[in-house]
């Protein structure tokens, strides 16, 4: 499929089954993750993945609405960004997370983004402080997302290019 389609063709998946995700497959993400277009090639992110069923469940109790998805995923990659390395950490982890969506396409696979950064529980901790306890990664790190994966149990439209906002552009020439 070339980028033309495969960007017509991705959507958000929220409900997978129960086919697992190969490690080939979690290997070809996570590579495509790690040459994804950093400012000044900072490389200020790192990924964490999650696999195991108790801890996917426990990340869908990170936010009270929008993260409910990753109790049924196969697998999910922790966005974690240092804003010690540079002031663009966001916008790292942003272009990784889009990159990984893309790549799970690619693949077959469906996922959803899980928004974290300045997000907070269903009792007011932040979400953040929340992954921190249960995954345990350093405290100069921010989780941005998390990307549920798995093999799509419900079919999206593709984008309906109709639809497109052309209106948002404008050209200066």
């Known amino acids: 499929m070339d980028f033309k389609e495969l960007a017509k063709s991705r959507r958000s998946i929220r409900t997978f089954t129960d086919e697992a995700i190969t490690p080939e497959d979690i290997k070809a993400i996570l590579r495509a993750a790690l040459m994804a277009p950093t400012g000044k090639n900072t490389r200020s992110w790192?990924?964490?993945?999650?696999?195991?069923?108790?801890?996917?469940?426990?990340?869908?109790?990170?936010?009270?609405?929008?993260?409910?998805?990753?109790?049924?995923?196969?697998?999910?990659?922790?966005?974690?960004?240092?804003?010690?390395?540079?002031?663009?950490?966001?916008?790292?982890?942003?272009?990784?997370?889009?990159?990984?969506?893309?790549q799970a396409a690619e693949l077959g696979l469906g996922s959803c983004w899980c928004q974290i950064?300045?997000?907070?529980?269903?009792?007011?901790?932040?979400?953040?402080?929340?992954?921190?306890?249960?995954?345990?990664?350093?405290?100069?790190?921010?989780?941005?997302?998390?990307?549920?994966l798995g093999h799509p149990a419900q079919q999206r439209n593709p984008q309906n290019e109709a639809a497109l906002k052309w209106d948002s552009v404008t050209w200066n020439r």
């Not at 790192?46 to 696999?51: D, K, L, T, W």
């Not at 426990?58 to 922790?78: D, T």
């Not at 950064?117 to 941005?144: C, K, M, Q, V």
């Open 46 to 102: 790192q990924f964490i993945v999650v696999e195991k069923e108790e801890t996917l469940r426990k990340l869908s109790l990170c936010r009270p609405m929008g993260s409910q998805f990753l109790e049924g995923a196969k697998a999910a990659i922790v966005v974690l960004g240092n804003p010690d390395i540079t002031d663009t950490w966001v916008e790292n982890c942003s272009i990784a997370a889009a990159t990984i969506q893309y």
């Open 117 to 148: 950064r300045n997000r907070s529980t269903e009792h007011g901790e932040s979400s953040n402080l929340y992954l921190r306890e249960i995954l345990r990664f350093p405290e100069d790190l921010i989780a941005e997302c998390i990307i549920g």
